[in-house]
T-cell receptor, first 114, second 112 residues
Framework: AQSVTQPDIHITVSEGASLELRCNYSYGATPYLFWYVQSPGQGLQLLLKYFSGDTLVQGIKGFEAEFKRSQSSFNLRKPSVHWSDAAEYFCAVGAKSGGFKTIFGAGTRLFVKA | NAGVTQTPKFQVLKTGQSMTLQCAQDMNHNSMYWYRQDPGMGLRLIYYSASEGTTDKGEVPNGYNVSRLNKREFSLRLESAAPSQTSVYFC???????????FGEGSRLTVL
């Protein structure tokens, strides 16, 4: 069975500073990895995904993530945070077993200070 | 383009009452999902349907039933609601193999 750990419940960064959100996964086979963002009162939106190939993946809104198999990690990064990035971020791992089953981490809430 | 539509958006129940959450998608996706979101616990998968005619349990299926009515619709039923089922419920759909989930806006359920 797959599982996801996001060690940081919340993070505060200054506007313009860099950001890294941590994600560790557990899955026996090659994982399908995702980052989603949720603004208050909204559903989730996909930021980026990793299935195979280049371990550094680019997403929307200037986000990127790096898959490191040796560390079972898929950390999300952004070089310069904007106030509009304040939201909750979820890492997820997917498995193909009949259908496509996706399990989410507990989330990291990002606060951006001026 | 509506995407994934959930009804109702808000519901208050008394313990022991039953209700059904409805979900419909207009993207012709094969797979549909029900998640619940609770503070500090992220989203937990209740049930999913890989394709029309199939359903499978997720992480937290107890107390719930689902019906994949057709390719568009996937309903979640609480037969006897309990306070522990107070949560925000999200329906999602995806194209088989793509992995990307498209979410509805959520349904907030309170069980008193």
């Amino acid at each position: 069975a797959q599982s996801v750990t996001q060690p940081d419940i919340h993070i505060t960064v200054s506007e313009g500073a860099s950001l890294e959100l941590r994600c560790n996964y557990s899955y026996g086979a090659t994982p399908y990895l995702f980052w989603y963002v949720q603004s208050p009162g909204q559903g989730l939106q996909l930021l980026l995904k990793y299935f195979s190939g280049d371990t550094l993946v680019q997403g929307i809104k200037g986000f990127e993530a790096e898959f490191k198999r040796s560390q079972s990690s898929f950390n999300l990064r952004k070089p310069s945070v904007h106030w509009s990035d304040a939201a909750e971020y979820f890492c997820a791992v997917g498995a193909k077993s009949g259908g496509f089953k996706t399990i989410f981490g507990a989330g990291t809430r990002l606060f951006v200070k001026a | 383009n509506a995407g994934v539509t959930q009804t109702p958006k808000f519901q208050v129940l008394k313990t022991g009452q039953s209700m059904t959450l409805q979900c419909a998608q207009d993207m012709n996706h094969n797979s549909m999902y029900w998640y619940r979101q609770d503070p500090g616990m992220g989203l937990r998968l209740i049930y999913y349907s890989a394709s029309e005619g199939t359903t499978d349990k997720g992480e937290v299926p107890n107390g719930y039933n689902v019906s994949r009515l057709n390719k568009r619709e996937f309903s979640l039923r609480l037969e006897s609601a309990a306070p522990s089922q107070t949560s925000v419920y999200f329906c999602a759909s995806s194209e088989s193999g793509s992995g990307e989930l498209f979410f509805g806006e959520g349904s907030r359920l309170t069980v008193l």
